[in-house]
Each structure stands twice: as C-alpha cells, then as structure tokens.
C-alpha cells in the first residue's frame, strides 16, 4: 500500500479548495453578479464560502493568469472586461465540442445509458416545474455528462471541460428561460441519440448550447451590463 505522506494530502486539499473557490468567482463573473470597475473582496468571498482568505487569494491569482481577473495595485482585484464576443467565442467553444462528443455518442450509447437519460430528463422536468434551482443544475450536468461519457472520447471531454468551466452553472437557473430552454432542447438530444443519428445529434447539442449563449447575453444585458458607452461592450 501506498502512503501518501501527510504535506502532499494537505497540498491536495488546498488545490481543490483553491479550484472551487475559483469556480465559484467565474460563475459571479459570468452570470454578471459582479463586473469590471468593482473589486472582488477576499473577505468577502471567504465568508460566503466559509474558507479562509488563502484558498480565495490563490483562486484569484489562478484566474489572473488566466486573464479572468486584474491585479490592481494597491487596490485589489476585479474582474477583467467581458464582451459579448467573449461570451460568444465561449459557448462557440463549448458547443463545439458539445457537438462531437453527442455524435460520437450516437453511435455507441448503450440502452441502459439512454434510460439513465431518460430518467434524468424526467429529474429535468420536475425540478422545472417545481422551480427547484439545486435539482435543476443537479440533473442538467448529470445529462450532459452521461452523454459525454457515452461518446467514450475521454481527450475530446477533457477539452470540454476546459470549456465548461466558464458557463455559469451555479446561476444558470436564475437566468430567465434557461430552465425551459434546456427541457425542450434536450428532447431534440434525445431523439437523436436514440436514433444513432450522430449528425442531428452533433447539430441538437450546438443549437442547445448555443441557445444557452444567447439566453446569457440577454440576461447581462437586462442588468446593463454592457454600457453603450462602455469600450469593452
């Protein structure tokens, strides 16, 4: 048996801890929660998480180097300007590879995935119909994620996920339409997975994603978060 000693545990621990917390920051970026011009409070995010500033300091230096966030001196951080291009090259992304793996998994998704979907599908709808946010998010990332398990193309789900990072999951409900968007667009998924028709099922997932894009734009727009006069817009 291997021991792993007890400072790499410890290591392990607080670079996961460092990863939610800047999961958590992407998704108040990204569903407009807080925009360029404001500073993102270390104590403040360390409180809502109940961590210590630690974690949050290095999630927000991660996301520097990502270009997600600024370093202003003296001042702090705050996040770096978002247009809706970025918005768009991000889903684009997204649904990019959305696609190909919803291909790749019509053509060997076994029957006992297609029932766990259906199942989840049905999770799906309850939640709607209850508005039960948590549910919603819960059964959204567990239908997306059998089917991108199902395309057994575990390189092409890892550069997916470098993608999905920066969609709002955490707000995603809270988005006007999102939650039906999903129920219907979903049924378009379904069906041609259980068609094994890889190219409507390549074009379902883009137009679903997409359509989660679109839904996004005009819900930072409904905050004003683009200003006409604002060179980052």
Known sequence: MTVVPS?????????????????YVRDLIMSGQVRHGEFLRLERIADDLGVSVTPVREALLSLRGEGFVRLEPRRGFMPAP????????????????AGELAAR???RITEDELATLD??????????????????ERANHHFHRVINLSARSPKTAWLLQLVVRYAPRRFYAGIQG???????????????????DGEAARQAMRTHI????????VHLEG??????DDPAR
Do not use: M
């Not at 545990?9 to 800047?22: H, K, P, W």
């Not at 978002?82 to 590879?97: G, I, K, S």
């Not at 999102?178 to 094994?196: C, I, K, M, T």
């Not at 989660?212 to 734009?217: C, E, F, M």
């Open 7 to 23: 400072g790499d545990r410890a290591l392990g621990r607080r670079r996961q801890l460092s990863d939610e917390v800047a999961a």
């Open 82 to 97: 978002l247009t809706r291009e970025d918005v768009h090259d991000l889903f684009e992304a997204q649904a990019y590879f």
């Open 105 to 107: 998994a019509a053509a």
């Open 119 to 136: 199942r989840t599908q049905e999770d799906l709808e309850r939640a709607s119909r209850l508005r039960d946010s948590e549910a919603i």
């Open 178 to 196: 999102w939650s039906q968007a999903s129920v219907d667009d979903h049924h378009l998924v379904l069906a041609a997975l259980r068609a094994g």
């Open 210 to 217: 997409r359509h989660a894009g679109t839904l996004l734009v």
């Open 223 to 228: 905050q004003g978060f683009w200003r006409e």
